[in-house]
């Protein structure tokens, strides 16, 4: 989600602590092993919650047993093929259909028990078969499902997110040193712009670009049919690519630039840049060795989150221009209450999400010479 | 109170902060105007009623102002009926059972194109003998033209432009092209029209009524939907619900963390380690995926969503930040004073420590508005939005469902679109004034 990328920096507020017992790698160890145990719990439970929230209190199943019996009578009575049997056999073969139909989705054993299996299996990234959804080239693996529609996912989202925050902090950097030009007045005036969420500049971009202007696609990843030569397709995907890219970017660019701008403005106003400025050093190597350096950590939290908030993709965005990403696909599988395919996407999410704060914890030790790995609260 | 009276004049100083706040303004007297003009009962039936409610408006009918900004003036639909005035009704009796009712009703037609139908909608009263009427159209260059004449039953729709008759008089098909031109220039006849409906009753008790529908391209001040829904109701009658979503979600979910934080960081020991662990599950929890969850298998009932999206929001990341706030203010010297005279926890907590953070907390609450109104409309825009209740993302949704944009009907998505836009900008405008003005370290910023 952009919201990520979009809340403002926070200061890292950990305090250096010296811890002389211990010597430094029993320490870490049984920092990681407890981190890793109780960031497993956390996983389960979240993935455990969205799959009760998934159900719906049984009443999911209720559905699907529905739609199964409907299905299966109606496929029965329509089909030629039996249309000499006598009822009781009808009725007969009807219940048998039904019977397997309801043990190749699980629903003959208890909530209970398939929840629990959901949860093991999607623990150890058993993502399984999908219930209804299937992929376009007729898997119903859920990994495939996913990996899919991935690529679509990363190029959209990898692009628009890897542009706004690099692009952000570029342009944060010098505007914060000559803060109150109107450069920086005009980038806080316009700040407030982001309180509008992507999708939103998505249909004023479609309709100026593609209803009035006739310009740019309306949506979609090629055109239909797709050009046949991979050069001439690679270009119908930019082209494609445009209007979404550049919704998303618009959408958080200015009160990213403000967030950042703000934060360098704290740091820069610490008291070793101001010797550094009075020592006579460029510019330059101010910003890189004395404000770009201790804002490290805080950099590569906010990338780390953002990277990880690819994965979701960003759903209405994706349904605006229907843009088939990740996004679009885990809002179709909740409408056919395809619960495996919402539980693999969510673990993968929680995966990532737990995997990217462990690691912080010991990339900020790399980044900080004042935090320890095990010392204090890192968080 | 002098805290405020500061709060305000610094607050006057930001125009962004002085144009926020006229918008909220506005669209509070909007909202105010609509709760008071139409009652929530209403305003679901009539945005749900169907044809029965809306069958005087033309289909997909842009906003009557588009004339002002194009050369070639489109008509503008309009309606006149003998129930409420609009249309004058002389009623003369010829004997005892025999009666005449002269209607009439002039317009001005100063339009470049014809309009697309014309319809009379006749209501009568009678035992045994229909009533019989004539209809007759006087242009301004002086055409007398002979609509038609027809025994009206107790509810009769009359369709000019499907009357095979007056097709075959006119000898064209396009009725309303007739009536409106010149027959020697082909060119549009403006000026006064005359409507005149020339009834007869054959009873003493009989009686007659009519109402006259023109369906022009245009329609009112918002236009109308494909099923000739008045869009101003959804415009109106959305003000509040997002108003109401944005700022009861803000509230709710801003002091709800705020208490439960502080209440965390006081006692401490396992309930603080209990909140802090909800939260990093809440963390992994797909949060849009389970409000299109509970839309998709439960219900789409707004305030449903509204309470997923607090209870959600609650344990939220900024949990983490009022925390370590808490934190120090716990340790301030106010505290213990409050502690030695022997105040309660929950004296404390919500005397001393809860109070102190509201400042802290007005810039969050107020530019936390506009995400949570966008997450109504984003909602609905998946087509999750409320079933009943007429909101601005229902109108979107309705729009794309029907590819607005492809069809060139832009009015049907710009107008919820600025006013949603209004309201974003609004809130967010006005909360980055306060942050500036509340957190003094942004000040020379």
Same mark, same amino acid.
Not at chain 1, 39 to 43: E, K, S
Not at chain 1, 272 to 275: D, K, L, M, P
Not at chain 2, 430 to 435: K, P, Q, S, W
């Given at each position: 989600?952009?919201t990520e990328?979009?809340s403002?920096?926070?200061?890292?507020?950990?305090?250096?602590?010296k811890?002389a017992? @211990?010597?430094?790698?029993?320490r870490?160890m049984?920092f990681?092993a407890?981190?890793?145990?109780t960031?497993?719990?956390?996983?389960a439970i979240?993935v455990?919650?969205t799959i009760?929230i998934a159900?719906?209190?049984? &009443?999911?199943?209720t559905?699907?047993?529905?739609?199964? $019996?409907?299905?299966?009578?109606?496929g029965?009575l329509? @089909?030629p093929?039996?249309r000499n049997l006598t009822?009781?056999?009808k009725?007969?073969?009807?219940?048998?259909?039904?019977?397997?139909e309801?043990?190749?989705?699980?629903l003959d054993q208890?909530?209970? %028990? $398939?929840?629990?299996r959901?949860?093991?299996n999607?623990l150890?990234l058993?993502?399984?078969r999908a219930q209804?959804?299937?992929s376009?080239?007729?898997?119903?693996?859920?990994r495939l499902i996913l990996l899919?529609?991935?690529?679509?996912?990363?190029l959209? /989202?990898?692009?628009s997110?890897?542009l706004?925050?690099?692009g952000?902090i =570029?342009?944060?950097l010098?505007?914060? $040193?000559? &803060?109150?030009?109107?450069?920086?007045?005009?980038?806080?005036?316009?700040?407030? #712009?982001?309180s509008?969420p992507?999708?939103f500049y998505?249909i004023?971009?479609?309709? %100026?670009? /593609?209803?009035i202007?006739k310009i740019l696609?309306f949506g979609?990843l090629?055109d239909?049919?797709?050009?046949?030569?991979? =050069?001439d397709y690679?270009? @119908?995907?930019?082209k494609?690519?445009i209007?979404?890219?550049?919704s998303?970017?618009?959408s958080?660019?200015?009160?990213?630039i403000?967030?950042w701008?703000? =934060?360098f403005?704290? &740091?820069s106003?610490?008291d070793?840049?101001?010797?550094a400025? /009075?020592?006579g050093?460029?510019?330059r190597?101010?910003?890189?060795?004395y404000i770009l350096?201790?804002t490290l950590p805080t %950099?590569?939290?906010?990338?780390a989150?953002?990277?990880i908030?690819?994965w979701?993709?960003?759903?209405?965005t994706?349904?605006?221009?229907?843009?088939?990403?990740?996004?679009i696909?885990?809002? $179709?599988a909740i409408?056919a209450?395809d #619960?495996p395919?919402?539980?693999?996407s969510?673990i993968?999410y929680a995966?990532?999400l737990a995997?990217?704060v462990?690691?912080l914890?010991f990339v900020?030790?790399l980044?900080?010479?004042?935090?320890?790995?095990?010392a204090?609260s890192?968080? | 109170?002098?805290?405020?009276?500061?709060?305000?004049?610094?607050?006057?100083?930001?125009?962004?902060?002085?144009?926020?706040?006229l918008?909220?303004?506005?669209l509070l007297g909007?909202?105010?105007?609509a709760l008071?003009t139409i009652?929530y009962d209403?305003?679901?039936r009539?945005?749900?009623?169907g044809?029965?409610?809306?069958?005087?408006?033309?289909?997909?009918?842009a906003p009557a102002?588009?004339?002002?900004f194009?050369k070639?003036?489109?008509p503008?639909?309009f309606k006149?009926?003998?129930?409420d005035?609009?249309?004058t009704?002389t009623?003369t009796a010829a004997?005892a059972?025999?009666?005449s009712v002269?209607m009439?009703?002039?317009?001005?037609?100063?339009y470049?194109?014809?309009?697309q139908?014309i319809?009379?909608y006749?209501t009568?009263?009678?035992?045994?003998?229909?009533p019989?009427a004539?209809v007759?159209?006087?242009t301004?260059?002086?055409?007398?033209?002979?609509i038609?004449k027809?025994?009206?039953?107790?509810?009769t729709t009359?369709?000019?432009?499907?009357d095979l008759?007056?097709?075959?008089?006119?000898?064209?098909?396009?009725?309303?092209n007739a009536? !409106?031109?010149?027959p020697d220039?082909?060119k549009?006849?403006k000026g006064?029209?005359q409507?005149?409906?020339?009834g007869?009753?054959f009873?003493s008790?009989s009686g007659?009524?009519a109402?006259?529908?023109?369906?022009?391209?245009?329609y009112?001040?918002a236009g109308?939907?494909?099923y000739?829904r008045?869009?101003?109701?959804?415009l109106?009658y959305g003000?509040?619900?997002a108003?109401a979503?944005?700022l009861v979600a803000?509230?709710g979910t801003? !002091?709800?963390?705020?208490i439960?934080a502080a209440?965390?960081?006081w006692y401490g020991?396992w309930i603080?380690?209990?909140?802090?662990r909800?939260t990093?599950?809440?963390?992994v929890?797909p949060?849009?995926?389970i409000?299109i969850?509970?839309g998709?298998f439960y219900?789409r009932?707004?305030?449903?969503m509204?309470?997923?999206t607090i209870?959600?929001g609650?344990f939220?990341g900024s949990?983490?930040?009022?925390r370590?706030?808490?934190?120090?203010s716990k340790?301030?010297?106010y505290?213990?004073?409050?502690?030695?005279y022997?105040?309660?926890s929950?004296?404390i907590?919500f005397?001393?420590l809860i +109070?102190r953070?509201v400042?802290?907390l007005?810039?969050?609450?107020?530019?936390?508005?506009?995400?949570?109104v966008?997450?109504?409309a984003?909602l609905a825009v998946l087509?999750?939005?409320?079933?009943l209740l007429?909101?601005?993302?229902?109108v979107?949704?309705?729009a794309f469902a029907?590819?607005?944009l492809?069809?060139?009907r832009?009015?049907?998505v710009l107008e +919820?679109a600025?006013?949603l836009?209004?309201?974003?900008l609004?809130?967010?405008m006005?909360?980055?004034?306060?942050?500036r003005i509340?957190?003094?370290?942004?000040?020379d910023m």
């Open positions: 989600m952009s990328s979009l403002a920096p926070t200061q890292d507020s950990s305090v250096p602590k811890i017992s @211990n010597s430094a790698v029993v870490v049984k990681t407890i981190r890793i145990v960031m497993m719990i956390t996983v979240g455990y919650l009760l159900n719906m209190g049984g &009443y999911v199943d559905i699907m047993r529905n739609e199964i $019996r409907e299905g299966t009578t109606m029965i329509a @089909n093929q039996y009822t009781e056999a009725q007969e073969l009807i219940q048998k259909k039904i019977a397997s309801e043990k190749r989705l699980g208890p909530f209970a %028990i $398939r929840s629990m959901y949860l093991g999607s150890v058993n993502l399984g209804r959804m299937i376009d080239h007729g898997s119903k693996e859920v899919e529609r991935l690529p679509a996912t990363l959209l /989202a990898g692009v997110q890897l706004l925050f690099f952000s =570029f342009i944060a010098p505007l914060s $040193r000559k &803060y109150g030009s109107w450069l920086d007045k005009l980038t806080i005036a316009l700040s407030p #712009t982001s509008v992507a999708w998505g004023f971009f479609i309709l %100026i670009f /593609a209803a202007l696609p979609g090629v239909s049919p797709p050009p046949t030569n991979s =050069f690679g270009l @119908n995907v930019l494609h690519l209007l979404p890219a550049s998303l970017i618009v958080s660019v200015f009160l990213s403000y967030s701008r703000t =934060f403005l704290i &740091y106003s610490e070793y840049v101001e010797v400025k /009075a020592k050093l460029p510019p190597d101010v910003e890189n060795r350096r201790p %950099i590569i939290t906010n990338f989150l953002l990277v908030a690819l979701t993709g960003f759903t209405i994706e349904t605006v221009f229907v843009w088939p990403g990740l996004g696909t885990l809002y $179709r409408g209450y #619960t395919v919402i539980v693999g969510t993968i995966y990532l995997l990217t462990l690691l914890d900020y030790a980044v900080d010479p004042r935090v320890k790995v095990g204090g890192p968080q | 109170m002098t805290a405020l009276k500061n709060t305000f004049r610094e607050l006057i100083q930001y125009p962004s902060a002085v144009l926020g706040t918008t909220i303004l506005l909007i909202a105010a105007y008071a009652p209403e305003a679901v009539q945005w749900r009623g044809e029965d409610v809306w069958y005087q408006n033309p289909k997909y009918a102002w588009y004339n002002f194009s070639t003036k489109k503008v639909s006149a009926s003998t129930v005035g609009g249309m009704k009623v004997s059972d025999i009666s002269d009439a009703y002039s317009f001005e037609y100063d470049d194109a014809p309009p139908e319809t009379l006749f009568t009263t009678f035992d045994q003998k229909l019989f004539s007759v159209l006087v301004p260059d002086g055409r007398e033209i002979k038609g027809m025994a009206v039953d107790r509810k009359y369709r000019v432009s499907q008759k007056l097709q075959k008089s006119l000898k064209t098909e396009r009725v309303m009536l !409106f031109t010149n220039t082909g549009m006849v006064t029209y409507l005149r409906i020339e007869t009753t009873e008790k007659m009524d109402e006259l529908v023109l369906h022009g391209d245009l009112g001040l109308t939907d494909k000739r008045d869009l101003l109701l959804p109106l003000t509040p619900i108003l979503f944005g803000a509230l801003a !002091f709800l963390t705020m439960i209440i965390g960081t020991g603080d380690e209990l909140i802090q909800i990093e599950v809440n963390l929890l949060f849009l995926a409000l969850m509970v998709t219900s009932s707004i305030w449903l509204l309470g997923i209870l959600l609650i939220g949990i983490k930040s009022y370590a706030i808490f934190l120090q340790e301030a010297s505290i213990e004073a409050a502690r030695a022997g105040a309660s929950g004296r907590i005397t001393y +109070p953070m400042p802290l007005i810039p969050t609450l107020v530019s936390s508005v506009p995400g949570y966008f997450l109504e984003s087509g999750l939005g409320d079933p007429p909101t601005w993302g229902k979107i949704n309705d029907d590819g607005a492809y069809q060139g832009y009015y049907w +919820p600025v006013l836009m209004f309201t974003g609004g809130f967010a006005l909360g980055f004034a306060l942050d509340f957190n003094p370290r942004l000040r």
